[in-house]
Antibody, heavy 123, light 110 residues
Framework: EVQLVESGGGLVKPGGSLRLSCAAS????????MDWVRQAPGKGLEWVSF????????YYADSVKGRFTISRDNAKKSLYLQINSLRVEDTAVYYC????????????????WGQGTMVIVSS | QSVLTQPPSASGTPGQRVTISCSGS????????VFWYQHLPGTAPKLLIY???QRPSGVPDRFSGSKSGTSASLAISGLRSEDEADYFC???????????FGTGTKVSVL
């Protein structure tokens, strides 16, 4: 079964840190780019970060640049998001999503998503 | 802050056709593919439309997408109760070097 499972969320104080993980199964992980997307309570989806298949290309939303770091381990079929200097406005459900490379059948689409992990930033 | 604008809500009775608009700019919709996602709170979002108007395997042909200039739209025909969800458009934005999502539209089936 094709599956992405996030973990690592929790309650953290402002200024704190967390490391989110996304474990993939049933897919050829190293053939796909990966993204993190979040949804704050009562808000819409917000793209957070992108990492290419070989980690050569990495992009971040301006709202998290300098505080978040995306990485991946293709051997472990895992995606990570290190989030530092957390702010109240970072409170959200964080989803990992599989992205097909440009030129592939589902070019650039987020075709597989995890169920999300909740991050709550509060004092 | 979303750079793609959608109406906050849309509704229809079972069997009706509902259309959701997504307005952007030349740096996103105007020069890149548009994608549509369906999202039920508490669940994983689902890909409905890719490359402006293509449906992935398993998505009913009641869902269709289109794009013209810097705007796109999603149409749901033969509306069903299970279509009640939030719908988001998305595109790459070359000026921001990042993906952008729409503000989201909540579809209600009356």
């Amino acid at each position: 079964e094709v599956q992405l499972v996030e973990s690592g969320g929790g309650l953290v104080k402002p200024g704190g840190s967390l490391r989110l993980s996304c474990a993939a199964s049933g897919i050829t992980f190293n053939s796909y780019h990966m993204d993190w997307v979040r949804q704050a309570p009562g808000k819409g989806l917000e793209w957070v970060s992108f990492i290419s298949t070989d980690s050569k290309y990495i992009y971040y939303a301006d709202s998290v640049k300098g505080r978040f770091t995306i990485s991946r381990d293709n051997a472990k079929k895992s995606l990570y998001l290190q989030i530092n200097s957390l702010r109240v406005e970072d409170t959200a459900v964080y989803y990992c999503a599989r992205e097909s490379p440009a030129g592939a059948a589902l070019s650039e689409a987020f075709d597989i998503w995890g169920q999300g992990t909740m991050v709550i930033v509060s004092s | 802050q979303s750079v793609l604008t959608q109406p906050p809500s849309a509704s229809g009775t079972p069997g009706q056709r509902v259309t959701i608009s997504c307005s952007g700019s030349s740096s996103n919709i105007g020069s890149n593919y548009v994608f549509w996602y369906q999202h039920l709170p508490g669940t994983a979002p689902k890909l409905l439309i890719y490359k402006n108007d293509q449906r992935p395997s398993g998505v009913p042909d009641r869902f269709s997408g289109s794009k013209s200039g810097t705007s796109a739209s999603l149409a749901i025909s033969g509306l069903r109760s299970e279509d009640e969800a939030d719908y988001f458009c998305a595109a790459w934005d070359g000026s921001l070097s990042g993906r952008v999502f729409g503000t989201g539209t909540k579809v209600s089936v009356l």
